[in-house]
């Protein structure tokens, strides 16, 4: 019997130096599970669209063309009903070991559109490049490293931000859990 996917404990994001302005935040994660589990609960909208958002948050609207130039739209909606988009654009793409991606805030269609639409100031988070490792560190285990640079962000808004990814991580590892005991 295949044993349960899990993650290691919330892991302290990292600060290391970045650009002028901020720094990058880090997010490791391992996973009791093979890569190529934790790349499709990732990779496959079917799969993200039960993760995506942090805790009390759902994810009705998940499209994702995945190859370099192709571009993918999340949809997190609040317990109280409304809808964030996030959109982007994939930059680099190397099958079960490394996503990199522009994010900006979207409407429906996927389209960027300006940070107030959801609050923000205007200026706020005009796109941010982040880099997704997926690392085979064996054992059946899986290192995932999300790095984050936003060079717009506040330091509250980083801890935030890293406390809504530690949260969909945590969502994350029920679906590879689950992946893994139906393979």
């Not at 669209?49 to 759902?58: E, Q, S």
């Not at 739209?73 to 070991?97: A, K, Q, S, W």
Request: with cysteine; net charge negative; charged share 25%.
């Amino acid at each position: 019997m295949p044993e349960q996917a899990t993650t290691s404990p919330a892991a302290p994001v990292r600060a290391v130096p970045g650009n002028a302005a901020n720094e990058v935040q880090i997010i490791t994660r391992i996973f009791d599970a093979p890569r190529a589990l934790v790349w499709k609960a990732w990779t496959d909208p079917a799969y993200v669209r039960r993760w995506w958002g942090p805790k009390g948050f759902t994810s009705p609207v998940c499209r994702i063309d995945l190859r370099v130039g192709g571009r993918f739209t999340y949809c997190m909606r609040t317990p109280d009903g409304h809808d964030f988009y996030n959109g982007g654009e994939f930059l680099e793409i190397v099958p079960l070991e490394k996503i990199v991606w522009l994010w900006y805030f979207a409407d429906a269609d996927g389209n960027r559109v300006n940070p107030s639409l959801y609050g923000f100031p205007p200026e706020d988070r005009e796109g941010n490049i982040d880099e997704i490792l997926f690392e085979d560190i064996g054992n059946g285990q899986t290192r995932l490293t999300f790095k984050r640079n936003d060079p717009t962000a506040s330091k509250e808004e980083q801890a935030g931000a890293a406390e809504g990814m530690r949260q969909i991580l945590d969502k994350m590892a029920g679906v590879v859990a689950e992946l893994l005991r139906n393979s």
